[in-house]
T-cell receptor, first 111, second 116 residues
């Protein structure tokens, strides 16, 4: 079966650093995505990892370990606007772009 | 470049009816995927279309179907609606080429379906 696990909720304060973990067990792996979704809006792309290691993009970084079936999203210098749901998703098949999503982590950033 | 558009944005139907949702991908994108989003289950993959052919399919009953036209626009249909079909239906398009930019999916705003 397909299983993607991430914490349901997290809280943090402005300026802090937060790490959102994602573990996956899927039949097939061709990359892992992180998306951000604000309430009432469509998901927007944050990062993509297909090889082991860290990908950095501004305040956001994403890490992947394929042997451990593990990824994390690191958010630095948190801002109030970072309050959103963060979705971890796995692309299973090389032929296709369809994604299997975790249930998402709701991050609340307070001042 | 215009984003992914979905119509209608909101829809109210009753049990037993059928519904058709429409998705226009970003110009040049050849792959369209459909997802159902509910508070309890999160985002669940329905199906993916590429060059008018269904390329991948999720674990949904046969009441859920879709198609893609030669201009890459896609429709999904749900027949014999049930209360549990109430959800946000999201469409996503991608270039379907190589590399990160080829597989990245861009989501539309969704269609909020309520079944009474």
């Amino acid at each position: 079966g397909q299983n993607i696990d991430q914490p349901t909720e997290m809280t943090a304060t402005e300026g802090a650093i937060v790490q959102i973990n994602c573990t996956y067990q899927t039949s097939g792996f061709n990359g892992l995505f992180w998306y951000q979704q604000h309430a009432g809006e469509a998901p927007t792309f944050l990062s993509y990892n297909v090889l082991d290691g860290l990908e950095e993009k501004g305040r956001f970084s994403s890490f992947l370990s394929r042997s451990k079936g593990y990824s994390y999203l690191l958010l630095k210098e948190l801002q109030m606007k970072d309050s959103a749901s963060y979705l971890c998703a796995v692309r299973r098949n090389q032929a296709g772009t369809a994604l299997i999503f975790g249930k998402g982590t709701t991050l609340s950033v307070s001042s | 470049k215009a984003g992914v558009t979905q119509t209608p944005r909101y829809l109210i139907k009753t049990r037993g009816q059928q519904v058709t949702l429409s998705c226009s991908p970003i110009s040049g994108h050849r792959s369209v995927s459909w997802y159902q989003q509910t508070p309890g289950q999160g985002l669940q993959f329905l199906f993916e279309y590429f060059s008018e052919t269904q390329r991948n399919k999720g674990n949904f009953p046969g009441r859920f179907s879709g198609r893609q036209f030669s201009n890459s626009r896609s429709e999904m249909n749900v027949s014999t609606l049930e209360l549990g079909d109430s959800a946000l239906y999201l469409c996503a398009s991608s270039l379907a080429g190589g590399g990160a930019s080829g597989v990245q999916q861009f989501f539309g705003p969704g269609t909020r379906l309520t079944v009474l």
